[in-house]
């Protein structure tokens, strides 16, 4: 147990490690002009690859809850060059992904019931179980997403996805119906960047690489 904690703090300070140093970039002053307003300048791709660590702050969907760790996948193919707004350097794609991640949260000893139907007297019984083990919870999700880019200069790009996830969780398939990401990247050069991305169920901090 003492070493279970001493990982999940030293988890959390590689966390807060990270997102210094992606702010400390943010606040460097821009080497190049601003490209937000000429659309299309910008590096030329077809294809995004972003492997990344995920990190869950919140309590996820169905019966985990706490804080998880993990790590994840994510791909996005561009299909519009010029995006809703002309005048602007804007452009989007569509985003597929995979993350793992392990909650350290449970819903008591009972687990969490999943399904109920009315007893005698119209008391509710539980007819089904998930969970019910003082340990870790393992969830993958899957989420799809529309990614919105806005190209602001050289060095910066922000974006925002809404979406939808599946998720597995003690061997069920559930559905998420509503997702929402909105991040940006720190360009290394044109085709890597330093990816950070914050929403629900979770966040992430990884390298993507442009093709």
Same mark, same amino acid.
Request: glycine residues 12%; aromatic residues 16%; hydrophobic residues 40%.
């Given at each position: 147990?003492?070493?279970?904690?001493?990982?999940?703090?030293?988890?959390?300070?590689?966390?807060?490690?990270?997102?210094?140093?992606?702010?400390?970039?943010?606040?460097?002053?821009?080497?190049?002009?601003?490209?937000?307003?000429?659309?299309?300048?910008?590096?030329?791709?077809?294809?995004?690859?972003?492997?990344?660590?995920?990190?869950?702050?919140?309590?996820?969907?169905?019966?985990?809850?706490?804080?998880?760790?993990?790590?994840?996948?994510?791909?996005?193919?561009?299909?519009?060059?010029?995006? +809703?707004?002309?005048?602007?350097?804007? %452009? *989007?794609?569509?985003?597929? /992904?995979?993350?793992?991640?392990?909650? =350290? #949260?449970?819903?008591?000893?009972?687990?969490?019931?999943?399904?109920?139907?009315?007893?005698?007297?119209?008391?509710?019984?539980?007819?089904?179980?998930?969970?019910?083990?003082?340990?870790?919870?393992?969830?993958?999700?899957?989420?799809?997403?529309?990614?919105?880019? +806005?190209?602001?200069?050289?060095?910066? %790009? *922000?974006?925002?996805?809404? /979406?939808?996830?599946?998720?597995?969780? =003690? #061997?069920?398939?559930?559905?998420?119906?509503?997702?929402?990401?909105?991040?940006?990247?720190?360009?290394?050069?044109?085709?890597?960047?330093?990816?950070?991305?914050?929403?629900?169920?979770?966040?992430?901090?990884?390298?993507?690489?442009?093709?």
């Amino acid at each position: 147990m003492r070493r279970l904690l001493m990982s999940r703090r030293s988890l959390r300070a590689l966390w807060l490690a990270l997102l210094a140093t992606f702010c400390l970039c943010f606040a460097l002053p821009a080497s190049a002009q601003s490209t937000i307003k000429r659309p299309g300048d910008r590096p030329s791709y077809v294809f995004e690859l972003e492997p990344h660590l995920a990190l869950g702050l919140f309590n996820p969907p169905g019966y985990g809850a706490g804080t998880g760790f993990g790590f994840g996948v994510r791909g996005s193919v561009e299909l519009v060059k010029n995006g +809703f707004i002309p005048k602007l350097n804007n %452009s *989007v794609a569509l985003g597929f /992904g995979l993350d793992y991640l392990r909650y =350290d #949260g449970w819903q008591g000893p009972r687990g969490y019931c999943e399904q109920r139907v009315s007893g005698p007297a119209g008391v509710p019984i539980c007819r089904r179980i998930s969970g019910g083990a003082d340990g870790d919870i393992d969830y993958f999700f899957v989420p799809v997403v529309m990614q919105w880019n +806005f190209w602001l200069h050289r060095r910066w %790009s *922000v974006f925002g996805e809404p /979406g939808v996830a599946l998720y597995v969780q =003690d #061997g069920h398939f559930k559905f998420d119906p509503f997702v929402f990401y909105a991040g940006g990247r720190f360009h290394l050069t044109d085709n890597i960047t330093l990816t950070m991305r914050l929403g629900y169920p979770t966040f992430s901090f990884g390298v993507s690489f442009l093709f």
